[in-house]
Antibody, heavy 122, light 107 residues
Framework: EVQLVQSGAEVKKPGESLKISCKGS????????IVWVRQMPGKGLEWMGI????????RYSPSFQGQVTISADKSISTAYLQWSSLKASDTAIYYC???????????????WGQGTTVTVSS | DIQLTQSPSFLSASVGDTVTITCRAS??????LAWYQQKPGKAPKLLIY???TLQSGVPSRFSGSGSGTDFTLTISSLQPEDFATYYC?????????FGGGTKVEIK
């Protein structure tokens, strides 16, 4: 079964760092892009960025460029989203997702992680 | 960035109704548009890609159409499990933006 399993919920203080993960299984991890999506409380979906684990090609939304870092460790089939200094406004659910076709993004995201809830509060 | 404007943002409908949601792109995106359904507390689910291709396992009462800048998602004979929020996403240009969402509620 193709799956993306994300790390558990996090509660952090402003200014702290954080790295959350998304582990792929049931498919060749290096052949599929991984996307990160933010959903703030009661709000819509926001596309943050994308990485191709095969060569670590990474693109960011301008809204998130410089605010987060996306990376991947293909040896353990895991993608990451990290912050160096969290803000209260980073409080959200973060999803990873995978497109429906290898090496392509144009067919939509057909496999999603369960989401990681990040709460940033003093 | 490509802006996607969904309308309406909220609609109230009854079981058995046919509903249509529109998604307008700020510039042409060919047919590189997907539709998702999201229920509370759950991850989004892919319904349609390439504007009109039904994802495997999705009921045929869902259909999509359009190309260029104007797209529609139609749900025929609305079922109780269809009450959810629906999002469009363009997949032609980075960043791969989402529409603002349409919440479909029971009348």
């Amino acid at each position: 079964e193709v799956q993306l399993v994300q790390s558990g919920a996090e509660v952090k203080k402003p200014g702290e760092s954080l790295k959350i993960s998304c582990k792929g299984s049931g498919y060749i991890f290096t052949n599929y892009w991984i996307v990160w999506v933010r959903q703030m409380p009661g709000k819509g979906l926001e596309w943050m960025g994308i990485i191709y684990p095969g060569d670590s090609d990474t693109r960011y939304s301008p809204s998130f460029q410089g605010q987060v870092t996306i990376s991947a460790d293909k040896s353990i089939s895991t993608a990451y989203l990290q912050w160096s200094s969290l803000k209260a406004s980073d409080t959200a659910i973060y999803y990873c997702a995978r497109p429906g076709r290898a090496a392509m993004i144009t067919y939509g995201m057909d496999v999603w992680g369960q989401g990681t809830t990040v709460t940033v509060s003093s | 960035d490509i802006q996607l404007t969904q309308s309406p943002s909220f609609l109230s409908a009854s079981v058995g109704d046919t509903v249509t949601i529109t998604c307008r792109a700020s510039q042409g995106i060919s047919s590189y548009l997907a539709w998702y359904q999201q229920k509370p507390g759950k991850a989004p689910k892919l319904l349609i890609y390439a504007a009109s291709t039904l994802q495997s396992g999705v009921p045929s009462r869902f259909s999509g159409s359009g190309s260029g800048t104007d797209f529609t998602l139609t749900i025929s004979s609305l079922q109780p499990e269809d009450f959810a929020t629906y999002y469009c996403q363009q997949l032609n240009f980075y960043p791969l933006t989402f529409g603002g969402g349409t919440k479909v509620e029971i009348k």
